[in-house]
């Protein structure tokens, strides 16, 4: 960010942005520079998740010039344009304040999105959802998420399963072994690693799952979940998902 570097969280961003454009707007002189307005504009539009949340005079202005002729055209008064760009800034400070939803999550939830009928988005979105105030139950959503994706793969592709008596690991590896994503399917030595992780977060999270979740009774000495936890377990869940979908998608595709 050069000259913005001393802006340590994108809230800040957010907000001297805003500052930026209402001192452009009125002549205040408040906020940054026209550099800053640019460089600023950049960075939150090579976000996949802040684009979205930018207004659309930022998006169709690309420097404090074109935002002055768009601003003194639209609005004769002062207090009519801060008004205007408080209202249009509104929705990325209040994301960037909140720390809501992160790009990945976003990514994921898009692509979860097109399976609606295995229930695999509505898991994704619960495991958001209980992520801070139940750790345990996001735990468990995690490994539905991964059962869902799963069986939806192995359903699409015509391999049967057991599913009343299948465990994750197992269902992991039939859908890796359909997707050519099974360690034992390549020679090359960094592909075995790299798979052979991927199956080891799938057996570590059933494993998590059994041993944190809420799917069990728990006895006096059980260990309690912190959001930490569930954080790790569902952003994992959810990267295996995506990856597993698009090498679906892409097979399809071919």
């Not at 020679?187 to 944190?212: A, H, M, P, Y």
Request: some cysteine.
């Amino acid at each position: 960010m050069n000259n913005l570097e001393y802006l340590k969280s994108d809230y800040e961003r957010a907000d001297f942005l805003t500052n930026t454009l209402i001192g452009h707007a009125t002549q205040d002189g408040c906020g940054g520079t026209e550099q800053d307005y640019i460089q600023l504009r950049k960075y939150f539009l090579d976000n996949p998740v802040t684009k979205g949340l930018l207004p659309n005079c930022i998006r169709t202005n690309r420097n404090t010039g074109q935002f002055w002729q768009f601003i003194k055209h639209k609005f004769g008064t002062y207090a009519e344009r801060r008004a205007f760009i408080w209202d249009e800034m509104n929705p990325l400070l209040d994301f960037c304040e909140s720390n809501q939803i992160f790009p990945a999550e976003k990514t994921i939830s898009e692509v979860l999105g097109k399976f609606d009928q295995a229930g695999i988005h509505h898991a994704w979105q619960k495991a958001l959802e209980r992520k801070p105030s139940d750790p345990e139950g996001a735990i468990t959503i995690s490994r539905t998420i991964l059962e869902s994706v799963c069986k939806h793969i192995l359903d699409e592709t015509g391999i049967e399963y057991d599913s009343n008596k299948i465990e994750l690991p197992d269902l992991y590896k039939k859908t890796a072994r359909e997707l050519n994503l099974s360690p034992s399917q390549h020679t090359e030595d960094i592909f075995k690693q790299i798979l052979g992780g991927c199956s080891g977060i799938v057996n570590g999270l059933g494993s998590l799952r059994n041993k944190l979740g809420d799917a069990h009774g728990k006895g006096k000495g059980n260990i309690k979940p912190a959001p930490r936890h569930a954080e790790l377990a569902v952003n994992l869940s959810g990267t295996m998902a995506l990856f597993l979908l698009e090498t679906f998608n892409a097979r399809k595709e071919k």
